[in-house]
């Protein structure tokens, strides 16, 4: 297939900060290979293969330890790609998996014993067909225990999806702080109203990840070195240092007319957590606990 996407940089720079001892990048994906692991028939988007092995020389060229691998909507339900990847990692990956509700209980303790730790609901209606609440809120409940759920949606459908999110019985983490509008600033109405979900429950995670998406040129901001993303985050991270977690989103799917520098998507770290205790807990601590809750220490 010729017209397969490039998304990622070939020659990411080498950050200026460097990550703590153990830190863990809690978002990124693989594609393929497709010779293995075929793409789902409803993929709304056709990668070039960007595997493990690219995946783990990026984790070691950025000063990383560990990955939190997120099946990505081209991979559709079946998780064998990222369970690929997780197990050629010795065990320094754990995934979120993404799953038909009606997976039995069986499949799922499977899908722990190969290292996923939680289901993503996805809501962008450009990446997946349906996203049917009442059959994901039954899978939430028949999760492994110590499992979580990973929500992914766009800031106009927060209010609607209130009440669904209140009725997960498990911890939530939700992807990229639900896409605010960065450009309106850390007191404008998308991280208002953000901040009013996280006050609602002690566990809601949240990863304040993505610059390059929240404050891209078509978004209307910026672009690298994506200031608007800093200001509006910052204080974000600063207020509920005990729920966030933090990832690169390489091979950052879709983003092939604005494609990242990992380099600088790291030396983002700092100016939304700029004390050591912020970035280990950013960095180290928060997904160990969500991700490595059997790992006493990291490193
Ligand atoms: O991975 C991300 O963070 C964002 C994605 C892709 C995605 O979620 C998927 O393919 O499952 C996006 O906004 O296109």
């Known amino acids: 297939m010729s017209d397969r996407i490039v998304s990622w940089h070939d020659a990411p720079s080498r950050p ?3 990550p703590p001892a153990g830190a863990v990048d809690a978002h990124c994906h693989v594609f393929g290979p497709q010779a293995r692991f075929p ?5 709304k988007y056709l990668p070039a293969d960007a595997g493990p092995e690219k995946l783990f020389a990026l984790r070691d060229h950025l000063g990383f330890s560990r990955n939190v691998i997120v099946q990505a909507s081209c991979h559709g339900t079946d998780n064998s790609a990222t369970l690929d990847a997780i197990a050629r990692s010795e065990g320094r990956a754990r995934g979120v998996a993404v799953v038909d509700p009606a997976i039995s209980e069986d499949h799922l303790h ?3 014993d190969g290292g996923m730790r939680a289901v993503r609901f996805n809501f962008l209606k450009r990446l997946v067909d349906n996203a049917p609440k009442d059959r994901f809120l039954d899978v939430a409940k028949r999760l492994p225990a110590g499992w979580h759920v990973v929500i992914y949606f766009e800031a106009d459908i927060l209010d609607e999806l209130r009440a669904f999110i209140d009725a997960i019985p498990v911890p939530v983490v939700i992807d990229h702080m639900g896409r605010p509008d960065v450009t309106q600033g850390p007191d404008g109405p998308d991280m208002k109203a953000f901040r009013s979900l ?16 929240l404050d891209a040129k078509k978004e209307g901001g910026q672009g690298d070195p994506w200031d608007a993303f800093a ?4 204080p974000l991270v600063a207020d509920y240092p005990d729920r966030c977690i933090w990832g690169t989103d390489w091979p950052h799917p879709n983003m092939q007319d604005e494609v990242p520098d990992d380099g600088h998507i790291v030396d983002m ?3 939304i957590a700029p ?5 280990r807990k950013l960095l180290v601590d928060n997904p160990m606990k969500l991700y490595w809750d059997d790992v006493e220490t990291a490193g």
């Open 275 to 279: 004390t050591a205790e912020l970035q």
């Open 198 to 213: 996280l006050d609602s429950r002690e566990d809601l995670w949240f990863k304040p990840t993505c610059p390059d998406r």
């Open 231 to 234: 200001k509006a985050v910052a």
């Open 269 to 271: 770290i700092p100016r």
């Open 110 to 112: 499977r899908l722990h």
């Open 16 to 18: 200026a900060f460097t």
């Open 39 to 43: 793409f789902s028939p409803k993929a």
